[in-house]
């Protein structure tokens, strides 16, 4: 077994790719290596799906969809997997808690509690069999009898990024297969332990052959499936600039496709809150996940007489952070990724130094942390809402403060981006939030808080993304829309 000892021992089959229901031999010995975050260590090597590996599992799900039982299942038949995968997920958090916070540097508290967020999302998925309308009634124009009939897609690849992988996975392989869907799931490089484990489940389950098919692979292989013309669908989670190759491909070939791109979303403080609560929570988000997620608040667009005392009480805020090791419970945020991740981080924190913004805390790796991909919680203060700090994606703990003449200046510089995932509105009266909320061009708006919930839908507008993923919203983009128009009622529908 090519694999570490330690966390990573609690993983099987990891020098296999599942495909077609089993645990198969790669075409050739090449290795992923998962750096540890906290370390810079080699800790976990997995298999790396090539070329002839991704064809095949593209084929095994074509089988399994067009010739295997998978579609022509009931919806409630489909559901008792579902929930057999629930539940085996559930029994899986405290391992998850053990191999995420070394790929990612999610704090271990965080991390625990994925075995039972995909407990909750499958199981939500499972209960949609009865309640969701597969089948709707309608009075057609011609004819005695109509109906709108939500099928399969067909073939979806599902493509998933690093920073929470067993949360993206349910909400991209739970509503497709629970609409009779057949997957392949591609897992990042830089965390690849969830899908294994969720490979787990789909084996223990006893799902069909080919139903469900898990590799890992890097970005040239990647694409090979967002080519396949087998594919009907993908659905991807990442970066605008990759969303925005996936999405012409997929706009080549007419494939259907499902894209939650980036994110630079704007907490916009009117002159009625309490400042140094807000400052408080602020914190306590940008911290979740080291401020590697795409709807983290990293621009706060405050009036500018308030503007000096929002950004001291936010950098009171950020240099009381702990920075330290994820399992340790005092810490308060992790490190990031990987090294190219930190760079990455530590260009865009000298291109905000080089644009005269302030530099009110942060900056730097902590001098007591010479291992590990740490950086210092930062935040930048009097910044212009053109330059690249205020528009560009950082994922990473860096936040810019921005001064707004009024009201309607906020909205409007809330707004002058590319894009339009998340926000939120801070003001004591709810009225006036509702009004700024209406008028921001962002998927999710929250109110006093950061607030996003799947349960709902999750996406966003203009180059944030294309379509929604989440609750019934979820389920839609996994099937096709069916007009049936029949001369009679039929006693097989409703």
Known sequence: M?????????????DCLFIGGEWAEPSTGNKIRVSDSTTEEIFLEVAEARADDMSRAVGAARAAFDRGPWPRMTHAERAVYLRAIAEYLLTRGEDIGQIWPRETGALQSVARAAGQDGFDIFTSYADQADTFGWVTPMTPTFGEAGYLIREPVGVVGAIIPWNSPMRLIGYK?????????????????????????????????????????????????????????????????????????????????VARCTLELGGKSAAVILNDIDIAKTATHLMRQECLLTGQSCSSLTRVIVPVKRHDEMLEALATEFRGVRVGDPFDPDSQIGPLVSARQRDRVEYYIAKGIESDAVL??????????PRGYYIEPTVFGNVDNSSVIAQEEIFGPVVAVIPAADEDHAVELANDTIFGLNASVFTDDVERAVDVARRLRSGTVGHNAFRTDFGIAFGGFKQSGIGREGGTEGILPFTESKTLILKRKSAQLP
């Open 173 to 253: 392989v739970a509503p497709a297969l629970i609409a009779g869907c057949t997957v392949v799931l591609k897992a990042s490089p830089e965390a690849p332990a969830e899908a294994y484990i969720f490979a787990e489940a789909v084996e223990a389950a006893g799902l069909p052959p080919g139903v469900v098919n898990v590799v890992t692979a890097d970005r040239e292989v990647s694409e090979l499936l967002v080519r396949d013309p087998r594919v009907d669908k993908i659905t991807f989670t990442g970066s605008t600039a990759a969303g925005r190759i996936i999405g012409s491909i997929c706009g080549e070939r």
């Open 2 to 14: 090519a694999i570490a000892s330690g966390p990573a021992a609690l993983l099987k089959n990891t």
């Open 360 to 369: 009110a805390a942060g900056g730097k790796r902590p001098d007591h942390l």
